[in-house]
């Protein structure tokens, strides 16, 4: 996760960050109960558009279309892959 997006995010009250004891460069980034709530309610409509896309889809737009969403979301802004 970039900085930027971690310092937003953690002053938003979503994310906590704490450092490794063992290791000071590595920092864990873990959610709150703010944070997994959000997680939540995202992880709905995540699957709400989906199931609308891919009944108005070809199955083989629907595959090109995750692809296209995955390339933005590694390459934009650093997030998971898209189920």
């Known amino acids: 996760m970039k900085e930027r997006g971690r310092g937003e995010l953690k002053g938003r009250g ?3 960050t704490r450092h490794n004891p063992d290791d000071k460069r590595f920092v864990r980034v873990l959610l709150t109960p703010k ?13 709400q558009v989906n199931y609308e ?7 083989s737009e629907f595959k090109e279309l ?4 995955n390339k933005i979301s590694e390459n934009v802004m650093g997030l998971r892959h898209i189920e």
Not at 53 to 59: E, I, K, P, V
Not at 66 to 69: D, G, S
């Open 35 to 47: 944070g997994k709530a959000l997680k939540t309610v995202a992880d709905g409509v995540v699957k």
């Open 14 to 16: 979503y994310i906590e």
């Open 53 to 59: 896309f891919s009944h108005q889809l070809r199955a």
């Open 66 to 69: 995750l692809q296209i969403l």
